[in-house]
């Protein structure tokens, strides 16, 4: 009986970090950010930020999907950072600077 409750012990807290696991590096749908009022406010995705968006993502070397609607998919925790969403939206509506950093 004692042989089995350490196994419930050790097989508990695995399973549970796997759940974990799985749901920090599940993909979601990125959602671009803009700061207003102290806050953050989705914006709305259309083709041209879509396609900057996607050569950011490549640019910081970050994971990224498209489903069938051709939507972009990130890691949940990237999709969690908000401040950093929010830095790879400017820089998706920034010309100057994808004109600077991806080749074209």
């Known amino acids: 009986m004692r042989v089995n409750k350490k196994i419930y012990w050790l097989i508990i807290p695995l399973s549970l970090a796997g759940v974990i696991f799985y749901y920090r590096n599940s993909y979601t ?3 671009p950010l803009l700061l207003t009022k102290d806050s953050y ?3 709305k995705m259309d083709s041209v930020l879509n396609r900057n968006l ?3 993502l490549h ?3 970050e994971p990224y999907n498209k489903d069938a609607s051709n939507r972009i998919l990130v890691k949940r925790s990237l999709n969690n950072d908000k401040e950093l969403v929010y830095n790879y939206t400017l820089k998706a509506l920034d010309s100057a600077w994808l004109n600077s950093h991806l080749d074209r």
């Open 29 to 31: 749908e990125l959602t």
């Open 59 to 61: 640019f910081y070397n």
């Open 54 to 56: 996607i050569n950011v």
């Open 41 to 43: 406010s989705a914006l």
